[in-house]
């Protein structure tokens, strides 16, 4: 099975950077993704590490330390349309290439 | 037009009813998969299907089943609804191996009395 943990819920200012962590235990690994959701809307895809290290993507950034089971969402110049929820998924061995979804981070930007 | 349409968007159903959500592409994807949230919970799955002949249970089946009519079409079926089926559901359709990444629709919120 598959074990996947991110804080509940974040808060942070207009302007500044966030940091979401996510940490799993999964027997194999073959992906992990970031997806972000507003409120009564669909997820959105923002990210995929699959080696280790930093991907960078505009405003986004992701970090992904296989050994420690680590990983994490970097926000910079936070924006009000950046409060939603981001969602961590973790694709395990196996060849179905499904990803298991963590609960998520609800992150609230205030002026 | 979206990539991936939910029909209804919303219903509100009462215990013991029969009630079918809609699902369908245009993105010309094989995969495709029927997701529930709880708030809280985050996303888990119901059912997915590789394609028009393989349908496989997820991690939440029971009380579910679900049909690929086309490549393009794929629906959830909730036989006898309870309340506790009350939540958002969510299609979403892959390309297949590799980023494998999931494209969603806008969901369909279902109320059952």
């Known amino acids: 099975g598959q074990n996947i943990d991110q804080p509940t819920e974040m808060t942070a200012t207009e302007g500044a950077i966030v940091q979401i962590n996510c940490t799993y235990q999964?027997?194999?690994?073959?992906?992990l993704f970031w997806y972000q959701q507003h409120a009564g809307e669909a997820p959105t895809f923002l990210s995929y590490?699959?080696?280790?290290g930093l991907e960078e993507k505009g405003r986004f950034s992701s970090f992904l330390s296989r050994s420690k089971g680590y990983s994490y969402l970097l926000l910079k110049e936070l924006q009000m349309k950046d409060s939603a929820s981001y969602l961590c998924?973790?694709?395990?061995?196996?060849?179905?290439?499904?990803?298991?979804f963590g609960r998520g981070t609800s992150l609230i930007v205030h002026p | 037009d979206a990539d991936v349409t939910q029909t209804p968007r919303n219903r509100i159903t009462k215990t013991g009813k029969r009630i079918m959500l809609e699902c369908s592409q245009t993105?010309?994807?094989?995969?495709m998969y029927w997701y529930r949230q709880d708030p809280g919970l985050g996303l888990q799955l119901i059912y997915y299907?590789?394609?028009?002949?393989?349908?496989n249970k997820g991690e939440i089946s029971d009380g579910y089943s679900v049909s690929r009519q086309a490549q393009a079409k794929f629906s959830l079926s909730l036989e006898s609804a309870i309340p506790n089926q009350t939540a958002l559901y969510f299609c979403?359709?892959?390309?297949?191996?590799?980023?494998?990444?999931?494209?969603f629709g806008a969901g369909s919120r279902l109320t059952v009395l």
């Open positions: 979403a359709t892959s390309e297949g191996p590799g980023a494998n990444v999931l494209t």
């Open positions: 999964t027997s194999g690994f073959n992906g």
């Open positions: 590490n699959v080696l280790d």
């Open positions: 998924a973790v694709r395990g061995g196996g060849g179905s290439y499904i990803p298991t």
């Open positions: 993105k010309g994807h094989d995969r």
């Open positions: 299907s590789f394609d028009v002949k393989d349908i």
